[in-house]
């Protein structure tokens, strides 16, 4: 679909109190004219259905004052209630423009009276982290820059991620143009509407147009500003290649011919069925005849010369197809040779096997490289991790790698911390430019635990993949603690248990403050943690016996500690480990007697058997409970006037039980 569409307003707003969809409501709806907001953010619809709930909550949580930034949705014609929706949530967002489509310029039109120093273009499909726009507006601010290119946690607009966002940027280097596609990007207002100088501009030859316009671009690399893969994810394959052709147009040189190439391996690689074969073979024909392929990212070598000979031989895209040695077909394995921790930082040592497969080595294979990356499942926030990476074996169609790196969880996430939650590591083949990254999880291997600047850290099994839990909430944290590892002192102040705590690495200061359980006996306590090592403080108290620990300190999770606390009768106490109960003996089954043999004479001397009395039989004068009386109160019993004599009754059952 093109870039550009129409209609008119609708009034909505983002802020901060709740609705009844759950969503923040502006305070001041009613408060006036708005100020001039900072940035306008545009987001062309069609039948997002259910998505825009999560598109709007991703736009009311920015951290960015909602009077800085306003929301423009275009209606592109949506038939499933979208419209409804939006004017639903016209009654809360002042803040919020609703376009309807009229004509094929609405975008265009939403962008030319847009009132912000800048403008960010979205998909309905992304999602934008919280300090995203704030995080764009600094880093324009602080470099004076024109457009500021974010990277997302999905996979490009075309299929591809640019492998490097250069910084500080170069308008020259090859893959600029591949870089100015990336999912989002912060734009001046002025510069965007004069790269849109048609009502049919296709995004991309919007952006590249910027390439050649603007004076000052950058990029923020360090971290994701969202998911998504930005505009465009909705066009076909004749849009596409419409617009890679204008596109193209606005380029020269390798950047052009790079460009084609990244079009062309993606096109392969996911439009299979739908690429139309005359288009895209007449596309990289006009601008990649007789290029030259070392000027080309390895991975889309064989994709544009397989289509360069498809197009000489007029033999379409099946052709080109079975030409096409596929990078699908690399095959990646990891080791952890050795996992610890050390000042503080995890170090990992990883073996890396990386192999052809059968589809033959494909053109650049030499030249990729392994690369450690942490993600987080929740967010999809991928970051890459320093590493040294040294090659072990190399020859035709399989490399052997060593990988070792040391992560600082406290700068881990692109120089800043990694959030509390789940993250998973992975490594990834770099160094092709590919469409399509190939990865492979590392396996888990026992490790310890850490508290890190306050924060516990602890590794565990995700499924057979290493993970760091942050915030320990789901995992313990406590390792595994022996008897010889408790102290108890006795003060005037009481007994006072110190349970070091051997498998926790620390680095820092701090106390968490928490319980530690006998049993489901609750005791306040602290876990310290310094240069001493990581270890349990607690004042013990109970009676005497048994009773196993336990303790939560948050936000980690309440975890067994293995130990008992036994309590002696004079008041002493000592710590054992758990003692495993001893599964209880089966009985034998007792010998079944052989049945007599029918008409068998009995036995001479044999000895009858043996019978019960019954006891006599209960009549209101001698009731049940007579039976079961001694015989020295029967006499008294009968003494007892009968008025009395139910009293007793109940007085005796209590004596007998």
């Not at 700068?411 to 509390?420: E, I, K, M, Q, V």
Request: aromatic letters at 4%; a positive charge.
């Amino acid at each position: 679909m093109p870039y550009i569409r129409a209609a008119s307003w609708v009034r909505i707003d983002v802020g901060r109190h709740r609705d009844h969809h759950g969503l923040p409501r502006a305070s001041n709806r009613h408060g006036g004219s708005m100020p001039k907001p900072t940035v306008t953010v545009v987001v062309p619809v069609l039948n997002v259905g259910t998505q825009l709930r999560a598109l709007v909550r991703s736009l009311d949580t920015q951290d960015l004052p909602y009077e800085q930034y306003r929301v423009i949705f275009v209606d592109l014609g949506s038939t499933d209630g979208t419209a409804e929706r939006l004017a639903d949530l016209s009654t809360h967002r002042p803040n919020v423009a609703v376009r309807t489509a009229a004509d094929s310029a609405a975008v265009r039109t939403a962008v030319d009276e847009a009132d912000a120093d800048f403008v960010v273009i979205l998909d309905a499909k992304d999602r934008l982290q919280p300090w995203a726009l704030s995080a764009l507006l600094q880093r324009a601010d602080e470099g004076g820059l024109e457009v500021v290119l974010g990277r997302t946690a999905g996979l490009g607009p075309v299929g591809f991620v640019p492998e490097t966002l250069a910084q500080p940027w170069r308008a020259d280097d090859p893959d600029a143009a591949i870089a100015m596609l990336a999912p989002v990007a912060l734009i001046r207002t002025d510069l965007l509407r004069e790269s849109m100088n048609s009502a049919d501009t296709g995004w991309r030859t919007a952006r590249l147009k910027l390439l050649a316009a603007a004076q000052a671009i950058g990029t923020l690399v360090d971290r994701p500003v969202g998911q998504g893969a930005g505009a465009g994810t909705d066009e076909t394959a004749e849009e596409v290649w419409r617009d890679a052709d204008a596109a193209a147009q606005e380029l020269d040189g390798n950047q052009r011919v790079r460009f084609v190439a990244a079009h062309a391996a993606a096109a392969i690689r996911r439009d299979r069925d739908t690429t139309p074969a005359q288009s895209i073979t007449e596309v990289v024909r006009r601008h990649a005849k007789g290029a030259d392929m070392s000027a080309v990212a390895p991975a889309h070598r064989g994709a544009l010369s397989a289509l360069l000979d498809a197009a000489d031989a007029d033999s379409g895209l099946a052709a080109a197809l079975a030409a096409h040695r596929d990078w699908a077909q690399i095959k990646i394995n990891s080791t952890v040779m050795s996992s610890s921790w050390r000042d503080g930082n995890l170090t990992l040592r990883l073996r890396v096997e990386v192999s052809a497969g059968a589809a033959g080595t494909p053109d650049g294979f030499a030249d990729l490289v392994p690369v450690l990356v942490v993600r987080n499942p929740a967010t999809a926030a991928p970051y890459e991790l320093p590493a040294e990476v040294s090659v072990r074996d190399g020859s035709g169609e399989a490399r052997t790698f060593e990988l070792a790196t040391e992560i600082d969880v406290a700068t881990a996430a692109g120089g800043s911390p990694l959030s509390r939650g789940v993250w998973r590591f992975w490594v990834r083949l770099a160094g092709g430019g590919s469409d399509a990254p190939t990865t492979a999880a590392v396996p888990y291997v026992p490790t310890g635990g850490a508290i890190i600047d306050g924060v516990p850290v602890t590794p565990f099994d995700d499924e057979k993949q290493f993970a760091l839990d942050v915030g320990a909430a789901k995992h313990g944290i406590f390792g595994t603690a022996r008897p010889s590892d408790a102290n108890i002192d006795e003060s005037a102040a009481g007994s006072l248990l110190t349970l070091r705590l051997p498998d926790v690495a620390v680095r820092g200061e701090a106390t968490l403050r928490g319980t530690l359980y006998q049993d489901k006996f609750a005791l306040p306590a602290t876990l310290q943690a310094d240069d001493r090592g990581a270890r349990i403080e607690c004042y013990l108290s109970g009676l005497a016996g048994v009773s196993k620990l336990s303790g939560r300190f948050p936000p980690a999770k309440h975890q067994q500690l293995g130990l008992q606390l036994r309590i002696g009768g004079a008041g002493d106490f000592s710590v054992e480990t758990v003692s495993e109960p001893k599964p209880a003996a089966k009985k034998a089954a007792p010998a079944r007697k052989a049945a007599p043999a029918k008409n068998a004479a009995p036995a001479k001397n044999a000895t009858p058997p043996r019978t019960t009395a019954k006891p006599y039989p209960a009549t209101e004068n001698s009731p049940k409970l007579a039976q079961r009386v001694l015989p020295v109160f029967k006499p008294a019993g009968r003494l007892l006037p009968t008025s009395l004599r139910k009293r007793a009754r109940r007085t005796y059952r209590k004596l007998i039980k």
